[in-house]
């Protein structure tokens, strides 16, 4: 069987791609290879993140692997908060970065805005890259008490209600990193 390490140590995204990818490979995260290095997130694109990533563990565990950089773009922050999502407020307090949003955005009637992720794949000397994205808008408040992140912020198109109000099944079977996920895990049964 297939051993991938997945470049964080995240429970919550270690779950949604174990629960995609299912029994087909073994996925192991930072704390199974023993890594608890702060792996550099400094590109500017998820792209760039997510390959920084699938770098670092390759030059220093010459590991299969894969990386993933996520974010929120929101068209009237320009984009914002995009590579920056995770400590938008300058912290990795979610909390706080949801509050930022919703101050920036204020009464703002245009509140589209997307979910995107980009995986980074390291397999067979070479790297892929796999991509996932849904649209959708933020709410003027915090709704529903399920997932992580901006969850509780964002309703994705054609639902009335935000990630964090779905269930984990609901959110995986149609979320950005569902998307990326499930485009992995079709390349990764081809070879």
Partial sequence: MLELVFATNNAHKLEEVQAIVGNAFTIKSLNDI???DDIPETG????ENAQQKTDYLVNKYG??????DSGLEIDALNGEPGVYS???SG????????????????DNPNRKARFKTVISLYLNEKQHFFEGSIEGRIV??????????????FIPEG??????????????????RAIAVGKLADFLKTI
């Fill in 34 to 36: 023993d890594c608890h």
């Fill in 44 to 47: 500017k694109t998820f792209e």
């Fill in 63 to 68: 590991l299969y692997c894969f990386g993933d």
């Fill in 86 to 88: 995770a400590r938008y």
């Fill in 91 to 106: 912290s990795r307090n979610m909390e706080k970065n949801i509050d930022l949003v919703l101050e920036k955005l204020g």
């Fill in 140 to 153: 003027d408040g915090r709704r529903g008490s399920d997932g992580f992140g901006y969850d509780p912020i």
């Fill in 159 to 176: 639902y009335d209600r935000t990630f964090a109000e779905m269930s984990a099944v609901e959110k995986n079977a149609i979320s950005h």
